[in-house]
């Protein structure tokens, strides 16, 4: 079966598939032509993938999983002590918002520095707060794409441009121009639909989950 039928069957996107495939975590055969031929086993390894990742399996483990080195047991006992820190992570964080309530201070008289230096105290000891510099990334990421199409863009029309100025002194087919103008119209549709993806891509995803394991 093609891919558009396994995405329907295990409702996971086309992109994650293709990204445990990368992983090393499914292993699809191909027909004569060379195209992707999944089976009923690749839906059932989705299946489990899926569960496994719903339940925040990191990447690794289910790969140890799948290559014989784990079994489910060790990787649920792994998954399940990593899942206690991540509470007494949350807990510790929310232990120190309440701090800073009872302390009924105003942003104006914060001690930014101090309770920076805190927070990070309470890091070493196990607390986890957001990561500040993974969002930049992310904005640097988009800002670079969103550049990007848009020389692509300026490439892409701007030989119309001169196509059509030069249409003023040299008569050029009627047809010449409708076509240039109509291919041009589709790769820029092609493009922002590119980057529309690429936008989404940066914001979220497996390929971004998958950077914490």
């Not at 092609?190 to 971004?208: F, P, Q, T, W």
Request: hydrophobic share 40%; aromatic share 6%.
């Amino acid at each position: 079966m093609k891919i558009k039928q396994v995405e329907e069957l295990v409702d996971i996107t086309r992109k994650n598939i293709r990204f445990y495939e990368e992983q090393g975590l499914l292993n699809v055969g191909r027909s004569e032509n060379g195209y992707r031929e999944y089976g009923m086993e690749d839906v059932k390894r989705l299946k489990q993938i899926r569960l496994l990742r719903r339940l925040s399996v990191p990447i690794e483990d289910i790969r140890q999983l799948f290559h014989g080195m784990y079994t489910l047991e060790d990787v649920l006992e792994r998954q399940q002590v990593q899942l206690e820190r991540q509470k007494e992570s949350i807990h510790r964080t929310q232990l120190y918002c309440r701090q800073l309530l009872e302390e009924k201070i105003r942003l104006e008289t914060l001690d930014v520095d101090g309770c920076l230096e805190q927070m990070d105290k309470l890091e070493q000891e196990g607390a986890m707060f957001m990561d500040e510099t993974r969002r930049d990334i992310h904005k640097k990421k988009q800002r670079g794409a969103i550049a990007g199409a848009g020389i692509m863009l300026f490439l892409t029309v701007a030989p119309v441009g001169i196509i059509l100025r030069v249409n003023r002194s040299a008569a050029i087919p009627q047809w010449m121009i409708v076509f240039f103008l109509g291919v041009t119209a589709v790769m820029c549709v092609g493009m922002v639909a590119a980057l529309v993806s690429r936008i989404r891509e940066i914001k979220g995803g497996e390929e971004d989950e998958a950077s914490k394991y």
